[in-house]
């Protein structure tokens, strides 16, 4: 009976040892970062506690997600509620302007803004959809883009049960969205294994007033989310799996992959170049300092930029990497009119002349 015991332990040591491999390579616990310098950047004067997701329209005004409460994520200021931040780079200095939030029974209190997305109709008019996390759950939240009144006008908060643990999101419509669940799970202790073990429960699912289903699954942490210029593919990043994904979108919203490009680093938020279809990611490229903060060894930050991902071989740059001493965790970049600009999940932000 003892050799029995001993035996069965020592399975659970091994199995263990095996799963914390695992997971520190998923974590890519061990990577240095090379430095990739850009001569022409400066921090954005008015983010300090994070612009965790970004969206650049076609004329230059940028919208910005700040002050994300996150499980597990490091917080400067945890009782300070999110905001949604304005700047318009077609300014050679551009500032951040808080955007005001009116008309809607929205706790501002408990706003907590994660992944945004921009979709613009037939009048011009420009709707913002958010993740937002009130009190630990999640909705999407729909605003209206007053530009002459510099605001957002709150129009409807979307709940659903397959919208469970959001992060990102990309608007085909404005109430229509793809959206990612990050974790299966939502009870702390139960996501925290969940992704220690790589059970890959993750999804993204497809939403309208009409029809709401999941159309991918299967992902280890999914996170960032976004579509080509032609509306023809969709991409997603598995973030602990170091993927990009694509995906063919088809009529009935449905996905159908295409092809997954693996990274030596954990893919965040994707952004998309309207004019060139070129994918701009921000990047972890050692997550366990993101997901356990240490002031004395702080998250480094770095963007990669993918042309051609649709071909058999395509070409990526590391356009940015630095140890964390002046942008710490990167979480998304977005380029306009040679201007790069790349936020952080809690830190601050920098913007590049390239």
Same mark, same amino acid.
């Given at each position: 009976?003892?050799?029995?015991?001993?035996?069965?332990?020592?399975?659970?040591?091994?199995?263990?040892?095996? *799963?914390?491999?695992?997971?520190?390579?998923?974590?890519?616990?061990?990577?240095?970062?090379?430095?990739?310098?850009?001569?022409?950047?400066?921090?954005?004067?008015?983010?300090?506690?994070?612009?965790?997701?970004?969206?650049?329209?076609?004329?230059?005004?940028?919208?910005?997600?700040?002050?994300?409460?996150?499980?597990?994520?490091?917080?400067?200021?945890?009782?300070?509620?999110?905001?949604?931040?304005?700047?318009?780079?077609?300014?050679?200095?551009?500032?951040?302007?808080?955007?005001?939030?009116?008309?809607?029974?929205?706790?501002?209190?408990?706003?907590?803004?994660?992944?945004?997305?921009?979709?613009?109709?037939?009048?011009?008019?420009?709707?913002?959809?958010?993740?937002? *996390?009130?009190?630990?759950?999640?909705?999407?939240?729909?605003?209206?883009?007053?530009?002459?009144?510099?605001?957002?006008?709150?129009?409807?908060?979307?709940?659903?049960?397959?919208?469970?643990?959001?992060?990102?999101?990309?608007?085909?419509?404005?109430?229509?969205?793809?959206?990612?669940?990050?974790?299966?799970?939502?009870?702390?202790?139960?996501?925290?294994?969940?992704?220690?073990?790589?059970?890959?429960?993750?999804?993204?699912?497809?939403?309208?007033?009409?029809?709401?289903?999941?159309?991918?699954? &299967?992902?280890?942490?999914?996170?960032?989310?976004?579509?080509?210029?032609?509306?023809?593919?969709?991409?997603?990043?598995?973030?602990?799996?170091?993927?990009?994904?694509?995906?063919?979108?088809?009529?009935?919203?449905?996905?159908?992959?295409?092809?997954?490009?693996?990274?030596?680093?954990?893919?965040?938020?994707?952004?998309?170049?309207?004019?060139?279809?070129?994918?701009?990611? &921000?990047?972890?490229?050692?997550?366990?300092?993101?997901?356990?903060?240490?002031?004395?060894?702080?998250?480094?930050?770095?963007?990669?930029?993918?042309?051609?991902?649709?071909?058999?071989?395509?070409?990526?740059?590391?356009?940015?990497?630095?140890?964390?001493?002046?942008?710490?965790?990167?979480?998304?970049?977005?380029?306009?009119?040679?201007?790069?600009?790349?936020?952080?999940?809690?830190?601050?932000?920098?913007?590049?002349?390239?």
């Amino acid at each position: 009976m003892a050799k029995l015991v001993l035996t069965l332990l020592g399975l659970a040591m091994t199995s263990f040892k095996d *799963h914390q491999s695992s997971y520190q390579k998923r974590l890519t616990a061990f990577r240095e970062v090379e430095p990739v310098d850009l001569p022409n950047c400066n921090l954005v004067k008015g983010i300090d506690m994070g612009s965790e997701d970004l969206e650049i329209l076609p004329n230059g005004l940028a919208f910005i997600s700040s002050g994300l409460k996150y499980p597990g994520i490091k917080k400067f200021d945890p009782d300070m509620p999110g905001k949604i931040l304005l700047m318009d780079l077609n300014e050679e200095d551009p500032a951040v302007l808080e955007l005001r939030i009116s008309g809607s029974k929205l706790n501002m209190s408990s706003f907590n803004p994660h992944g945004i997305s921009t979709f613009t109709d037939e009048d011009n008019t420009v709707y913002l959809l958010v993740v937002n *996390h009130p009190d630990a759950k999640s909705t999407v939240e729909l605003f209206k883009f007053q530009k002459e009144e510099k605001s957002l006008l709150h129009l409807k908060t979307i709940r659903h049960e397959l919208l469970l643990s959001l992060n990102d999101i990309v608007a085909v419509g404005p109430e229509h969205f793809y959206a990612t669940n990050d974790h299966y799970f939502i009870d702390p202790f139960l996501r925290s294994w969940e992704v220690y073990l790589g059970l890959s429960l993750s999804y993204v699912v497809y939403y309208s007033p009409n029809e709401v289903k999941v159309v991918a699954g &299967g992902f280890d942490f999914a996170n960032g989310i976004n579509v080509s210029p032609d509306g023809k593919y969709v991409y997603i990043s598995e973030l602990l799996a170091h993927k990009i994904h694509v995906y063919e979108k088809h009529a009935n919203w449905t996905l159908t992959l295409l092809k997954s490009v693996a990274f030596n680093t954990l893919v965040d938020n994707i952004s998309v170049d309207p004019v060139t279809g070129d994918l701009w990611v &921000g990047c972890h490229p050692n997550g366990l300092r993101i997901f356990f903060y240490d002031p004395e060894h702080v998250p480094a930050s770095e963007v990669i930029q993918i042309q051609n991902i649709l071909t058999e071989e395509p070409k990526v740059t590391v356009v940015y990497a630095e140890n964390g001493t002046v942008l710490q965790g990167s979480s998304v970049a977005s380029v306009y009119k040679g201007k790069l600009l790349i936020g952080t999940v809690f830190h601050k932000a920098l913007y590049c002349k390239l």
